[in-house]
């Protein structure tokens, strides 16, 4: 059945939110769905016009992976397509007790606890790990569902320069007498930049300030570490005590749901305190099996990591050598900065009529002036995608798209 035609004009109680949105429009701010086909893949369909795909945060190319798709698909067979309840009911099945297992052995903690999404598991374990009479210090450029978990905790919230320890300890140098425990949260891949924060020093900060550390790896696991453990394998500081690792199953793991890491205590804590697994109704079983036969080819298939590193530096190297703002780097994530909205959805406009996918970034997203094109490398992406890629924009370097 065909959706109902959308009314030429709203109605008298929605007219404010019609020019709200007329007003996105004239500011280059307004959002719309595109419908995807195959969007895991480096080549996909999008409105019905086949693209290669550099908008897919599938950065290992797992989640059309034969073994993932057969794990998942036993399961759904077993235990069927839901679960039907919180995990606090009747929904914290068996798949649950392997996954966790498996997280905690590969990110080198005691414990792990799977949420519904990466974005539930921060504002559930921010808000239960910091409250009134508390702070939450943030970097500048941390991800949204960070920043919501510390304003829905209801602590102080102090913002530092981006990944910036020096400041983050004149600010707790200044300001930590004044409160009971104080909550330090930083993205480990920055998802919009593609930088890396300097865990080492937040580390150092945290411990001379007696405050714990919050490292956001949705960007990084399976990415960044020898074994893709994330940022703390990658910097060789694997079982600092006062670290609560967050992560996503739905980006290099090719599934759906998020986790947070750490000690049996955090666990056990987090699954009495944190709102959105008390109330949430659990992940289906073939999503956990899914994401425990991705943790396995992750950890195993280094390859994947190495051919992420090639790509991203041959990318970033000929798009500054036609004279684009891109910054140096290795990680998937790479920004092509322009500045204006408008300009970041011409390029992307002209690079969809090229047959290439790379989304445009603007505010809120990223800060005012700070609109870009973003893009998403996949180990599964070929030669000839990325010199698909690097000709169009050195082209468009050359000669500005209209």
Known sequence: MNPPARPAQPGAGWRDLASEIQALERAGLRRS???????????????????????????????????VIAAAQEAAGA???????????SGNQSGY????????????TESALVFSSGFAAAVGAIPALAG???????????????????RLSRARLLVYPHADPAALDRVLARQRRRFRRVLVVTDGLFSMDGDICPLPELIAVAERHDARLLVD??????????????TLEHFGVAGV????????????????????????????????RARTLVFSTGVPAS??????????????????????????????????????????????????????????????????????????VRPPTVPA????????????????????????????AGREPS
């Not at 235990?79 to 009911?89: I, V, Y």
């Not at 007790?97 to 080198?108: F, M, N, Q, S, V």
């Not at 005590?241 to 793991?253: E, I, N, P, W």
């Open 217 to 230: 790896d949705a960007h990084a696991t399976g990415v960044l570490g020898g074994g893709g453990g994330g």
């Open 33 to 67: 769905l595109r419908e995807a086909a195959g969007l895991p893949l480096a080549e996909c369909t999008l409105d019905g016009r086949p693209m290669v795909n550099f908008g897919s945060n599938n950065y290992l190319g797992l989640a059309t992976h034969p073994e």
């Open 79 to 89: 235990e069927g397509t839901g679960t039907g309840a919180s995990r606090l009911l």
């Open 132 to 150: 009134p009479g508390d702070a939450v210090a943030c970097d500048r450029l941390a991800h949204a569902s960070l920043l919501d978990g510390a």
């Open 287 to 360: 999503s956990l099996a899914a994401a425990g036969a991705a943790v396995g080819l992750a950890r195993r298939q280094a390859w994947r990591r190495t051919r992420l590193r090639e790509l991203s530096v041959r990318v970033r190297g000929a798009a500054r050598a036609a004279g684009l703002v891109v910054p140096e780097g290795d990680t998937p994530v790479i920004p092509v900065m322009l500045g204006d909205e408008h300009r970041a959805m011409r390029w992307m406009d002209a690079m969809l009529a090229r047959g290439l996918f790379v989304p445009g």
């Open 369 to 396: 002036g700070g609109s870009r094109l973003r893009i998403s490398l996949m180990a599964t992406h070929t030669d000839e995608h990325a010199g698909r890629l690097v000709e169009t924009l050195a082209a468009f």
């Open 241 to 272: 005590d006062r670290v609560v690792q967050m992560g996503t199953l739905s980006k290099a793991l090719g599934s759906a749901g998020g986790f947070i890491a750490g000690p049996d205590v955090l666990r056990e804590w987090l699954v009495n």
């Open 97 to 108: 007790r392997r996954l966790e297992a498996t997280l905690a052995d590969w990110k080198g």
